[in-house]
């Protein structure tokens, strides 16, 4: 359509503001606190994220494998 912003700037824009999200959706959906009096949220964020991790790119790295060895002729 419109191409006001470079793909670059787009993409910084587009994951500052997925960033802020997910920082506001941890504050006030998960209502944890960031502070020393409970060291258990820090960890279980961690770990959460450890997951996600896992998941996230070991489902690209199967897709990308299964896309290698099926269309390769």
Request: aromatic letters at 24%; proline letters at 1%; zero cysteines.
């Amino acid at each position: 359509m419109f191409n006001i912003f470079s793909k670059f700037s787009t993409f910084f824009l587009i994951s500052i503001f997925a960033i802020f999200q997910i920082l506001v959706h941890f504050r006030y959906f998960f209502k944890l606190e960031f502070s020393k009096k409970n060291p258990w949220y820090l960890i279980s964020i961690i770990f959460s994220l450890l997951i996600i991790f896992i998941i996230l790119f070991g489902s690209i790295w199967i897709m990308l494998n299964l896309n290698h060895h099926l269309m390769d002729n």
